[in-house]
């Protein structure tokens, strides 16, 4: 029995808008302070806790860096703790 592509892409859709759906409940909605950040410390997607703790509109936070955001005494530290955090695990 052969599928058909066009209703694969449509569920395939489906299911990345559901997923799209449940992460921005997710950061909105959860009370701890959640943010994904890019390879060059760029946030992506910061959790409205997060963004009312900073005084910052979450969206406004989207593609800005601490240094962007902060002091620079401030984001110093942030980087130094953010770089500690995202290596990988020793083995």
């Known amino acids: 029995m052969k599928t058909n592509p066009s209703k694969k892409r449509r569920g395939a859709a489906k299911k ?3 997923d799209q759906f449940l992460l921005r409940t997710l950061m909105e909605n959860i009370p701890v302070h959640v943010y994904f950040k ?8 910061v959790s409205e806790s ?3 703790r900073d005084g910052i509109d979450s969206a406004a ?13 401030h984001a110093a ?9 995202s290596r990988p695990a020793s083995r």
């Open 38 to 45: 890019d390879r060059d410390s760029r946030f992506i997607a």
């Open 61 to 73: 936070m989207a593609g800005k860096t601490d240094f962007d955001l902060f002091s620079d005494k």
């Open 16 to 18: 990345e808008t559901r």
């Open 77 to 85: 530290r942030r980087s130094r703790t953010n770089s500690a955090s």
């Open 50 to 52: 997060k963004a009312r």
